[in-house]
Structure formats: C-alpha cells, structure tokens
C-alpha cells in the first residue's frame, strides 16, 4: 500500500511526498540498532524489531546508533504481540549523551494503563499531549506517522491525527535519536521511514458547506 503523503496540522500541512528521505529501513541491520537503554530483550530481523515479551516486567529502548540533525518524521508499522495487550512506544529527537537524557519525545498508543495515546516531552518525561481514549488491539498494525515540524509535536495512526502540541522552547536544530520502547508488553515494528519533513502554511478557514 502507498503512503499516505498529506498530513494536515493546525496552520501546517505536512506532505511526505515532497520530503527528504534520512532514512529507508527496507530491511533492519542489527549493527545499526545498537543503543539499547533497559533490560527488555531486544531482536532485530530483517523485516522487523521486536522488543520484550509476554513475561517481561520492566521497560527498554532501542536506538538506531546515528543521530539525525534537525525536526524528523518517522512513519512505521506497530503490532502488540498477542497475549499482550499494551504499549506501541517510540522515540524522536532524542538527546542521548546527556544525563538525564537532555531534550525528546516519547509517543505512545495504548499506554498510561488505561489504553490512552499521548505525547511525553524528556528528559522529566511529563505528559504533554494525551487522547483521552485509543484502544489498541493485539494483533492489529497500526501505521504511524508521527514526529516533529516546527515546534509541532504530533501522533497519527492509520491516517487520523490523534494527539499533539506545541513546545515553542523545543531545540530546532542539534543531533537527535529515534527508536522504539517497549513497557512490560511485546511489540513488533517495521516498515520504517524517517523524513526530514516538508511542510506548508495551511490557512484556517471557517466556511462550512459552501460560500454563505
């Protein structure tokens, strides 16, 4: 199936068709994915990673080694692995050579123990932005875009915008890292692309139903 390429913000319209490809896993290097924060076990095949398992008890990262400068959009495929029923988590513009981790974001479906999406701003890992329900489904792809585009920090699954916010203090250029997270659950993710994302102004309009 082709990628969606629009993807309409308040005041902004990303197209991914116009946007700079960083990255294209069309297969997975395991060389590449070489930062792993957490316990969780972690294996990454040719077609996709896999993070924890139904009996693991704490939460994990896993980053691909090289950092991208600048705003990022990932846009991948995420599965909760059956009996596991939790838990889509992933990781953008990441600052790992500080401690605490310096700047980032933390996207999420199906978390905050009550089948929630939201957004968590690092290093203190408040909740910025949260749905007040998204119900996930084990076994179910979800497609994810999500990312940053200047100073607007959003979620899509599967073509809907689901949660975001602005952070006007965000750091706009510097080196940052993408990865996945896993917390006590299992979870596939594949088919990545990570953009440097394209955009135009989008003009509100409140016209409905034709011209008045």
Not at 69 to 98: Q, Y
Request: net charge negative; proline share 8%.
């Amino acid at each position: 199936m082709a990628e969606q390429a629009v993807y309409d913000l308040v005041f902004k319209r990303i197209d991914l068709s116009r946007s700079e490809v960083v990255r294209d896993f069309t297969t997975f290097d395991p060389s590449e994915w070489s930062i792993v924060v957490g316990t969780p076990k972690w294996t990454v095949l040719p077609d996709r990673i896999v993070g924890g398992g139904q009996d693991e008890r704490t939460h994990g990262q896993i980053f691909f080694a090289t950092p991208v400068e600048g705003d990022v959009v990932m846009s991948f495929d995420a599965k909760i692995v059956p009996p596991c029923d939790h838990d889509l988590v992933w990781f953008w513009n990441t600052r790992l050579d500080a401690k605490p981790w310096g700047q980032g974001y933390l996207g999420c479906l199906g978390g905050w123990f009550a089948d929630m999406a939201g957004i968590e701003k690092l290093p203190d890992y408040g909740v910025s932005a949260i749905a007040p329900s998204f119900p996930t489904q084990p076994g179910r792809t979800y497609h994810v875009v999500s990312g940053s585009v200047d100073g607007i920090h959003f979620i899509f699954a599967d073509g809907r915008l689901v949660t975001y916010f602005a952070d006007s203090h965000y750091p706009k250029n510097g080196p940052g890292h993408f990865g996945f997270g896993i917390y006590e659950s299992q979870a596939e993710y594949s088919n990545l692309k990570v953009y440097r994302p394209f955009w135009t102004p989008l003009e509100p309009s409140y016209r409905h139903g034709g011209e008045a």
